[in-house]
Nanobody
Framework: DVQLVESGGGSVQAGGSLKLSCSAS??????MGWFRQAPGKEREGIVS????????YRTDSVKGRFAISRDNANNTVYLQMNTLKPEDTAMYYC??????????????????WGQGTQVTVS
């Protein structure tokens, strides 16, 4: 099984930046994604990336501000978040799928989840 560990969350003022990291260990994965969940809201997909480097972003709220990248040597994916807004405040989760061939933002396709890292924008 894949084990995921996120880091990099914290508190930042509006307009600031944060970079989240997700270190994966265990079995290989076909897709990894970043999700977030604000209090009282459903978990939503932000961005997903497959092994071929194809990505898909949530266009209505993060496109142009967030960017996913990966370091294959360290089996780590990153989420660079710029121009953060108060509405970006949420618990951010990294997730992995060993079977999904193409990037997807629906949480149901991911079977491995990290513990989450809190991002607060004020």
């Amino acid at each position: 099984d894949v084990q995921l560990v996120e880091s990099g969350g914290g508190s930042v003022q509006a307009g600031g930046s944060l970079k989240l990291s997700c270190s994966a260990s265990g079995a290989s994965y076909s897709c990894m994604g970043w999700f977030r969940q604000a209090p009282g809201k459903e978990r939503e997909g932000i961005v997903s990336l497959n092994r071929a480097g194809v990505s898909t972003y949530r266009t209505d709220s993060v496109k142009g501000r967030f960017a996913i990248s990966r370091d294959n040597a360290n089996n780590t994916v990153y989420l660079q978040m710029n121009t953060l807004k108060p509405e970006d405040t949420a618990m951010y989760y990294c997730a992995a799928s060993a079977v999904l061939p193409n990037p997807a933002l629906d949480p149901q396709w991911y079977h491995e989840w990290g513990q989450g890292t809190q991002v607060t924008v004020s």
